[in-house]
């Protein structure tokens, strides 16, 4: 069995991270097409913000990864697109599992190794996912009022996701609230 370094092993991280965030990005943009159709537009736009925050931790882990010397490799699986609610059942299990699970046992190896630049995405996207797990839960208990058009706002630098601009920085990031992208 090989032992892999722990610089090795945050490379492979990044790369899952990678994978896993496009991956989650191509899914909520499936996930909001089929939310729309259905008449649940506020819903379609929560996934769309959910895509492009998933894209934005996708590019800031593939940074890291370029970093380190290697490229970002993703392998896009097709959806399973079911009902709105059903597709929010699912979107919660995988921003749970990033929070609880995934991201915090990825920092941990990070940190380790001191690899401050890996540290700070995975810190990002997890409290981000945090974020997205709330809002996926909010969204599905009051699936029955979310068919009113409805603007997020995401971060264009760490992808954090709100439903106000009533703050002046980023709570994740510190960027000023003019970084942030409305998506509708």
Known sequence: MTTLTA???TLENLQAAFNGESNASA???EFAKRAET???RAVASLFRAGSKAE???ARNHAEVIRQM???PKAVIEATNVKSTA???EAAIKGEEYERDVMYPTFIENAKKNKESAAIRTFTFAMKTEAEHARLYTEARKNL???RAAKTWYVCKVCGYTVEALNFLKCLVCGHSKSDYLPIN
Do not use: D, I, K, W
């Open 69 to 71: 010397g290697a490229e």
């Open 86 to 88: 059903e597709n929010l």
């Open 55 to 57: 894209e934005f931790h």
């Open 27 to 29: 899914r909520y943009a």
């Open 7 to 9: 610089s090795t092993l």
């Open 144 to 146: 029955a009022n979310m």
């Open 38 to 40: 259905e008449g649940y």
